[in-house]
C-alpha cells in the first residue's frame, strides 16, 4: 500500500494540485492529511473540500493549529498576519467546511501508524519538533513505530533503535529510503502549501507500507500564480512573497 502524506497545505489550491497529481502518478493508494488545510493561502475553500473528498473515501486527515484556529479565532502565538489570514479564511468557510475542520481528530492510529500535526506527546500543544530530542520525546509517548507529522514546514526524517539511539536524515528529494523493521520512524514531509527551506517548490512524501520504504517529492508549481491570488485576496504582501521564496 502506498499512503501519500500531505501537510501544511495551507490553502494553496496551486501547490496542492500538483501534489495530488504526482501522487496519483506516483501510484498512491490512500492519502493522509497532516493538518494545517487553511491559513497563509487565498483558496481556503478549495483546499477543504478537497480533502473532504478524500476523506469521504478512505483518507485520514487531522487538525492542524491553523485549522483550530480558522473554527475558533487566532491563537494567541500566531503572528500579526497569521491573524489576518485566519480572520480572513473563517469568513470563507461555509458551516459545512467550517463544521469539517472542527471536527478533526487530534490525531488518528491505524495499526503500526500515528499520524499527528505537531508531535504525539502533547498535541494540543502544537509545539515543534525542530531536533532529534524532540522527535524522541515524540516516538517515546506512543507505541506505533511510524509516525508521521508536519508543522514545522522543513523536510525531515528521524529513527529510534531499540536500545534507545536515535539518529535522523536529510532526505534526498526522490530517493526511497529503506525503513528498517528493527527501528522506529518519525517522518516529516516537507510543507505542501509553504514550503520554508528556501525552496519554493512544493513537497510530500510517499510511504510505501509492503516495501517498508518512504520517498520524500519535491516539485515545481505555479508558486507565482498562488502569491497572486493572495495579493488578489487582498491578504499581506509578504505572505505572498514567501511563496516565491520558499521562506
Not at 495499526?111 to 515543534?128: K, L, S, T
Request: glycine share 8%; net charge negative.
Amino acid at each position: 500500500m502506498k499512503l501519500a502524506l500531505l501537510t501544511d497545505l495551507h490553502a494553496n489550491r496551486e501547490a496542492v494540485s500538483a501534489v495530488l497529481a504526482h501522487a496519483r502518478a506516483e501510484g498512491a493508494e490512500r492519502y493522509a492529511f497532516l493538518g494545517d488545510l487553511v491559513g497563509y493561502g487565498a483558496d481556503p475553500g478549495w483546499v477543504v473540500d478537497q480533502v473532504r473528498e478524500h476523506v469521504d473515501r478512505g483518507a485520514v486527515a487531522v487538525r492542524g493549529n491553523h485549522d483550530a484556529a480558522a473554527v475558533h479565532g487566532p491563537l494567541p502565538s500566531m503572528n500579526a498576519d497569521a491573524r489576518r489570514v485566519i480572520e480572513w479564511t473563517h469568513g470563507q468557510l461555509d458551516a459545512a467546511q467550517l463544521a469539517f475542520l472542527e471536527h478533526l481528530p487530534m490525531q488518528v492510529e491505524e495499526g503500526d501508524m500515528i499520524f499527528v500535526h505537531a508531535n504525539a506527546r502533547a498535541p494540543a500543544e502544537w509545539a515543534y519538533i525542530n531536533a532529534r530530542a524532540d522527535a524522541v520525546q515524540s516516538m517515546h509517548a506512543c507505541v506505533q513505530r511510524y509516525t508521521f507529522c508536519g508543522h514545522t514546514h522543513i523536510a525531515a526524517l528521524y529513527h529510534l533503535s531499540a536500545t534507545g539511539k536515535a539518529g535522523e536524515f536529510s532526505p534526498t528529494p526522490g530517493v526511497a529510503i529503506p525503513l528498517s523493521e528493527q527501528r522506529r520512524w518519525l517522518a516529516i514531509p516537507s510543507s505542501a502549501g509553504a514550503p520554508r527551506d528556501g525552496d519554493p517548490a512544493t513537497g510530500y512524501a510517499l510511504f510505501d507500507a509492503s516495501a517498508r520504504t518512504i520517498t520524500f517529492h519535491r516539485l515545481p508549481y505555479d508558486h507565482a500564480a498562488a502569491a497572486a491570488r493572495i495579493r488578489a485576496a487582498g491578504l499581506p504582501e509578504r505572505l505572498a512573497e514567501r511563496l516565491n521564496h520558499g521562506e
